[in-house]
């Protein structure tokens, strides 16, 4: 079993940057996919990113494709979600998730409780 918390979110301008962290219990981090979802008032939970076991390879979704970078540290058990040139339409709770290398959230077993993102025009 998997326990994820998310940190980093906040209140930004518009063109601004965050840093989204996940930390990882558990000694079976690095044997799952990771990917970060969002999901903003009245709307389904979308997925953002995605990155391999290893770290090798990373997908993004084309909203954000460009802007943000995802990565992960099995040593520390952690995932980042870099995010660039910041819009409004990015505002939304992000969730960590592990899981199976895929976009959809049902792929994924165990999710954090998420951190709020709020991007101000």
């Known amino acids: 079993q998997v326990q994820l918390v998310e940190s980093g979110g906040g209140l930004v301008q518009a063109g601004g940057s965050l840093r989204l962290s996940c930390a990882g219990s558990?000694?079976?981090?690095?044997?799952?996919?990771m990917g970060w979802f969002r999901q903003a008032p009245r709307k389904e939970r979308e997925f953002v990113a995605a990155?391999?076991?290893?770290?090798?390879?990373?997908y993004y979704a084309d909203s954000v494709k460009g802007r943000v970078t995802m990565s992960r540290d099995n040593a520390n058990n952690k995932v980042y979600l870099q995010m660039n040139s910041l819009k409004p339409e990015d505002t939304a709770v992000y969730y960590c998730?592990?899981?199976?290398?895929?976009?959809?959230?049902?792929?994924?077993?165990?999710w954090g409780q998420g951190t709020q993102v709020t991007v101000s025009s």
């Open positions: 558990g000694r079976t981090f690095s044997t799952y996919t």
């Open positions: 998730a592990a899981g199976s290398f895929s976009s959809a959230p049902s792929n994924y077993d165990y």
């Open positions: 990155i391999t076991r290893s770290g090798t390879n990373t």
